[in-house]
């Protein structure tokens, strides 16, 4: 590959919360890392034959990383594949993705690990980090082999959108995962409990005529899961949780000092049930939609800290699958284009600090998935997103790259738009 050539943004605001650092100044790229950065970035001068990139009334952040990717490929590329989720990735400023293990074969071997990070370093703009199924098929009944995929560089273990019944087989997957540092990350969502439902359990679920989905499907499976890495001392993330009441569950796993995490979806913390409307399809997720006073506890556990990432849950479906009655479509929206416009909106509108924000997507993820990533600290690599804080936009459907256009932000009005995305020095996307 051939080699790039130094790059320097000038005069931007640096938000860097790896270094609790929120300054103007400058950013130093020479050879795909962070040569220099921050208020006296520049006191060596620029290297020879530098880009000069004017960052006046730009913001200049880490890469944002996503810890929660649906893919199409293998068996799905019509629905995505990695080259486009990448692309859509670049364009929302976001420069590394976890991958979840949910294809066609599932990722539960090392030969597919292999295929997927093989493919993405031919096809991708942006960094593409697989995980690894917990169980063979995703069956929940026989565990992977976590040794040999935890030494073939996968960096988590999910069953991605299943969630493991049997808590016996749960407890021997966590001492495995524990014996090999690796991270388990688990949707809770309890299927029995789930069953038919197909939103939120409540009064606007009975106007609707739709069966619902009870909060306890989420907390009883959350309460079980940290009981068990109390016992066995793994490192367990919650992968998305939605209600008030699970992170106050969470919160009092951490006061007893579990290693536990958790996230939320940029689509929890900005939408709630009502946003159903009449039976539009895109609103149709998983977990469902909460009621306002949830996504409002979830924001409140953002600030606090209690939940410790944001992710996009991008979840392509094509047009078929979703142009459904309410109850058939399957569920599930595309996010990595507005992830960071939308969680920008919980800056503007004062609910979370933008440290606290960019942290979220950034090197606290970073951090969870082991990776060198989410920071402009020098020598790391150098992915950058680079945004006007203010700059106001329409999100039309004609704008997305993803292949699937199942989102939940349609026409939404945006406050801060990605500008330049780099990944290692390069610039990928532009605006």
């Known amino acids: 590959m051939a080699e790039t050539r130094p790059l320097v943004i000038e005069k931007a605001r640096i938000i860097d919360p790896s270094r609790d650092l929120d300054a103007v100044g400058s950013i130093v790229l020479v050879e795909g890392r962070i040569a220099a950065s921050g208020p006296d970035a520049l006191n060596q001068g620029h290297p020879d034959g530098a880009e000069i990139i004017n960052g006046s009334g730009l913001t200049a952040l880490p890469g944002l990383v996503d810890a929660r990717v649906f893919i199409g490929e293998p068996g799905g590329e019509h629905r995505e594949t990695i080259a486009s989720a990448s692309a859509a990735a670049a364009a929302g400023g976001v420069t590394s993705i976890l991958t979840m293990p949910d294809t066609k074969p599932v990722v539960d071997d090392v030969a597919i690990a292999e295929f997927v990070m093989r493919t993405a370093r031919d096809t991708a703009i942006v960094n593409v980090f697989p995980a690894a199924a917990l169980t063979r098929g995703l069956n929940g009944t026989e565990m992977?082999?976590?040794?040999?995929?935890?030494?073939?560089?996968?960096k988590a273990f999910t069953d991605g959108r299943h969630t493991i019944s049997d808590p016996a087989l749960l407890r021997r997957i966590m001492t495995y995962a524990r014996d090999f540092d690796a991270l388990v990350m688990h949707e809770t969502q309890d299927p029995a409990l789930t069953a038919n439902g197909v939103m939120n359990e409540g009064l606007f679920a009975s106007w609707l005529g739709l069966p619902g989905i009870p909060a306890e499907a989420e907390i009883i499976p959350l309460e079980r899961d940290l009981r068990l890495a109390a016992l066995t001392g793994c490192s367990y993330?919650?992968?998305?949780?939605?209600?008030?009441?699970?992170?106050?569950?969470?919160?009092?796993?951490?006061?007893?000092?579990?290693?536990?995490?958790?996230?939320?979806?940029i689509n929890h913390l900005s939408l709630n049930e009502n946003d159903v409307g009449e039976y539009r399809t895109f609103f149709?997720?998983?977990?469902?939609?909460?009621?306002?006073?949830?996504?409002?506890?979830?924001?409140?556990?953002?600030?606090?800290?209690?939940v410790d990432i944001i992710v996009s849950s991008h979840d392509p479906q094509d047009a078929d699958d979703k142009r459904r009655p309410f109850a058939e479509a399957e569920a599930g929206a595309i996010g990595l284009e507005t992830l960071l416009p939308a969680a920008l909106r919980l800056h503007h509108s004062g609910r979370v600090p933008l440290k606290r924000v960019i942290e979220a997507l950034t090197v606290a993820p970073a951090r969870l998935l082991g990776l060198d990533r989410g920071t402009l600290q020098v020598g790391a690599p150098a992915d950058i997103a680079l945004i006007d804080l203010d700059q106001p936009y329409l999100f039309a459907e004609a704008e997305i790259r993803s292949k699937s256009k199942n989102t939940a932000f349609e026409n939404a009005r945006f406050e801060g738009r990605v500008l330049r995305t780099i990944v290692a020095g390069r610039t990928v996307f532009e605006a």
């Open 284 to 306: 149709r997720l998983s977990p469902p939609l909460r009621r306002e006073d949830d996504r409002e506890s979830m924001v409140e556990a953002l600030a606090n800290g209690t």
């Open 144 to 154: 992977t082999e976590i040794g040999l995929l935890a030494n073939a560089g996968v």
């Open 237 to 265: 993330h919650a992968a998305k949780i939605s209600l008030g009441e699970s992170a106050a569950v969470v919160a009092a796993a951490k006061a007893r000092g579990v290693a536990a995490t958790a996230g939320v979806s």
